[in-house]
C-alpha cells in the first residue's frame, strides 16, 4: 500500500466511524494518523502492532479486576458463580475464548493477510451492525480453528 493509500485509508475509517458515532473506532483512527503525523515514529507503528494487542489485554484485565479492588467480586461470589449453570458456561467460555486466542494470536502474526481481512470484518461488524472492536484476537482464534479443521492456507 502506498503511503498516501494509507492516509486516505485511515481517513476514510476515520469518516465511517464518525458517522456511525463510533467513539473507539474513531479514536483509534485518529490516534493512528496522528502518529503518522509525527515525524520519525515510523518505528513506533511496528511496535504498537506487534505489542498493541498484549497493550489492549493488559487494559482489559486491569478493568475486569476493578470490582475485585472494589469489594463488588469476592470469594462468595467467586465460589457462587459455579453453583449456577450460567456461570458454569460463562467459566467454560472464558476458557474457550483464552484459547482461541493464544491461537489466534500466532495466526495474526504468522498471516498478514488474514490480519487485513479480520480488520475489514471488524471494521464491518463495528460500523455496519454495532459491535463492539473487542474480538479481533477472538476472531482470529476462530478464524485459525476453521482454516486448521479445513486444512488451508493463504501462503
Avoid: D
Wanted: aromatic share 8%; hydrophobic share 60%; charged share 5%.
Amino acid at each position: 500500500m502506498g503511503k498516501m493509500e494509507s492516509w486516505l485509508f485511515l481517513g476514510l475509517i476515520l469518516l465511517v466511524a464518525l458517522i456511525v458515532k463510533n467513539a473507539s473506532l474513531s479514536f483509534a483512527a485518529a490516534a493512528v494518523l496522528l502518529i503518522k503525523l509525527i515525524p520519525y515514529t515510523s518505528k513506533w507503528l511496528p511496535v504498537i502492532q506487534s505489542r498493541g494487542i498484549n497493550w489492549g489485554v493488559t487494559v482489559i484485565s486491569v478493568a475486569i479486576l476493578v470490582p475485585i479492588a472494589t469489594g463488588e467480586i469476592g470469594f462468595r461470589e467467586l465460589i457462587g458463580v459455579f453453583k449456577s449453570p450460567v456461570g458454569v458456561i460463562a467459566v467454560a467460555c472464558g476458557i474457550l475464548v483464552a484459547i482461541l486466542s493464544r491461537n489466534g494470536v500466532s495466526l495474526l502474526a504468522s498471516s498478514p493477510q488474514v490480519t487485513v481481512a479480520l480488520v475489514i470484518g471488524t471494521i464491518i461488524g463495528v460500523v455496519f451492525l454495532h459491535g463492539v472492536a473487542a474480538g479481533p484476537v477472538i476472531a482470529s482464534g476462530i478464524a485459525y480453528c476453521i482454516i486448521s479443521l479445513l486444512h488451508i492456507s493463504f501462503n
